[in-house]
């Protein structure tokens, strides 16, 4: 999937170097939303193994990853991954961030809606869901964009990197109210 400046890259083209190098240049801001990729993510290494335990999740169809690439310069800058799929209920959660540099330009939302297709279309789920914190507007205004309805907050639901329980938002969208 390729648009005007960036394009959907699938895991098989990643090289764990250079998702270190995203995970890095964000980590201080995503390391609240994002603990377990970036406890995942702390050197070459340890990115390397957690991008084989991913290719792993992939073949298995436990789980789907995709990056953005931006085209100018052949750089990741962002990560969407599928997770947490139900085949007997049919729904799954997405999850999804980009680069401070690209904050704030519909990249995220529009990824997201191809990413949408795709869960609806080619994985058949009925419900897709989106779990966001409390105080992360940006995730919530890009759920809210591509026809997500909140359902409600789900209380102490998400552990934080430092341990804590945290409440979060909850979005679904079901295959009926897709367009």
């Known amino acids: ?49 957690f991008i084989t335990k991913n290719l792993q999740i992939e073949k298995e169809k436990t789980g789907y990853y995709f990056y ?20 007997h209920i049919s729904k799954c959660e ?26 609806f279309k080619e994985l058949k789920m009925n419900k897709i869901f989106i779990c966001t914190s409390k105080v992360n507007f940006g995730s919530q205004q890009i759920a809210l964009k591509n026809g997500f309805v909140q359902e409600g907050t789900l209380r102490e639901e998400f552990k934080n990197h430092e341990g804590v329980l945290e409440d979060i938002n909850y979005y679904g969208l079901l295959k009926s109210d897709y367009k």
Not at 24 to 32: L, S, T
Not at 69 to 86: C, S
């Open 1 to 49: 999937m390729e648009f005007s400046n960036w394009k959907l890259d699938k895991i098989e083209n990643i090289h764990f170097k250079e998702f270190f190098d995203l995970i890095d240049n964000n980590r201080n801001r995503i390391q609240k939303t994002f603990p377990v990729t970036v406890s995942n993510c702390v050197d070459l290494k340890s990115t390397e193994e």
């Open 94 to 119: 997405l999850f999804y961030f980009i680069d401070n540099h690209f904050e704030g330009k519909g990249i995220t939302s529009k990824a997201i809606s191809e990413i949408i297709g795709f869960c």
């Open 68 to 87: 953005v690439r931006n085209l100018e310069t052949n750089k990741l800058i962002g990560y969407i991954g599928i997770k947490k799929i139900d085949y």
